[in-house]
């Protein structure tokens, strides 16, 4: 995997690009089998990339090149001379320092857009860890989101804040909608690579809710967009892989518009997840 620097001298890879050394120890990824692909005989590999990311220097965009065993030769994986382009690094989910509760289910309905300041009545032995859950009996009770949003010291935010959405209501009825503030919280997350970090509660219903998280400065917004939440409290924390500088690799380099999403800070520095898959 290869990838541009978003900032410095080597910005957009003016001078050389970065990149990952192989991967090889790529899974059967058995979560993207459906009867189609069955039927037609193809199999799915997935590749991961866990690459330290320099939160001064950031990434602007990414891409792969692989190299077939069987004869084929060398693929490069660019979406069509394009790259996959991060968005923006300013504001960012940190789902490892979030997490989620069960509490006894209230009587309030499901566009309840109550904040943890006015639910203070919330009694601690009736709450419990929780990392997932089956549909069934899980929506008798409510689930308390505690929610961590790192945003970069230099952007000075007037707002931040995030938009929820769960379809996955008791019933499917009505869906849950709400939008919550969020306050700075330096002494429970000092600030760190750069990076402060906000914090808030939602109280949801659901069992699939999802996140747009928003952070506002003067007359720019900027947004990370249908963030879930599904793996709280057991996101999955991998090592990063080795990483090498490479000089004259920027001919490679793609450049356009299409956007893909930065993955989210971790407790010491940011990090980012590429996921590939192929066809086989």
Known sequence: MYWCAAYGSDKNCANRAFSSLPA????????SISPVTSS???????????????????????WFEVDDKNGKGVTKHNNGGKGYVVDQD??????????????????TTSNDTTTSHQRRSLHHESLYR??????????AQDKVFSLVVAVKSSFSPSRVYLDATDVATPNFTT??????????????????????????RVTSPGMQMTIDVHAVSGQQTLTQSFMQTLLLDNAPLLDPTNVTMVNGKTSGAPVGVRHMKIGAVGTSITGLLGAFLLLG
């Open 24 to 31: 090889s120890n790529l899974t059967d990824d058995s979560s």
């Open 40 to 62: 037609l005989g193809y199999t799915f590999a997935r590749y991961e990339f866990v690459v330290p990311i320099d939160p001064t220097v950031s990434i602007s965009k990414f």
């Open 90 to 107: 300013s504001v960012l989910f940190a789902p490892m320092l979030s997490h989620v509760n069960y509490v006894a289910k209230t009587n």
């Open 130 to 139: 929780r990392g997932g859950g089956p549909l069934g009996p899980a929506f």
């Open 175 to 200: 869906p849950f909608s709400a939008t919550v503030d969020l306050a700075l919280n330096s002494s429970s997350y000092p600030t760190m690579s750069g990076y402060n970090f906000y914090y808030g």
